[in-house]
């Protein structure tokens, strides 16, 4: 069972944030299969801190591609970056206190998540970042 499926439709058209949403979803994926048959503390740990690592490369990766295309909307977008970071800190010490009793919340949250902002917002720097690539 996987928690997100790459689709090709996901696609932001620029190969260097592509790459970095597939391994994300891998990252996601992963702590998922981790977490299938009981919760293992030490499992969790390590695939939560990569997740987290993974994520503050990716945000810095994308943050410094609106930069340079100027994009308007760009501190709402970091804002999310930043909430994202925050809420999934927030969620994972409920796992940990509650010895992986919000682990639902947590895997539902980081599903709906790369919905709403990699399938959402980050479609909305596409032109601005296309045009300033070519
Ligand atoms: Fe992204
Ligand atoms: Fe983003």
């Given at each position: 069972?996987?928690?997100?499926?790459?689709?090709?439709?996901?696609?932001?058209?620029?190969?260097?944030?592509?790459?970095?949403?597939?391994?994300?979803?891998?990252?996601?994926?992963?702590?998922?299969?981790?977490?299938?048959?009981?919760?293992?503390?030490?499992?969790?740990?390590?695939?939560?801190?990569?997740?987290?690592?993974?994520?503050?490369?990716?945000?810095?990766?994308?943050?410094?591609y609106m930069l340079q295309a100027?994009?308007?909307?760009?501190?709402?977008?970091?804002?999310?970056?930043?909430?994202?970071?925050?809420?999934?800190?927030?969620?994972?010490?409920?796992?940990?206190?509650?010895?992986?009793?919000?682990?639902?919340?947590?895997?539902?949250?980081?599903?709906k998540w790369f919905s709403s902002?990699?399938?959402?917002?980050?479609?909305?720097?596409?032109?601005?970042?296309?045009?300033?690539?070519?």
């Open positions: 069972m996987k928690i997100i499926e790459w689709n090709d439709k996901y696609s932001v058209g620029i190969r260097e944030i592509d790459d970095q949403h597939r391994t994300l979803v891998n990252t996601i994926n992963k702590l998922l299969e981790d977490q299938r048959d009981e919760y293992d503390a030490l499992k969790f740990k390590t695939a939560l801190s990569s997740l987290i690592h993974y994520a503050y490369t990716h945000f810095a990766t994308e943050e410094q100027k994009f308007p909307d760009m501190d709402q977008h970091i804002m999310e970056h930043v909430e994202f970071i925050m809420k999934t800190l927030d969620l994972a010490l409920k796992v940990e206190n509650g010895k992986g009793e919000s682990m639902k919340e947590l895997l539902y949250y980081l599903e902002h990699v399938l959402g917002t980050d479609r909305l720097y596409i032109p601005y970042i296309t045009k300033n690539l070519k």
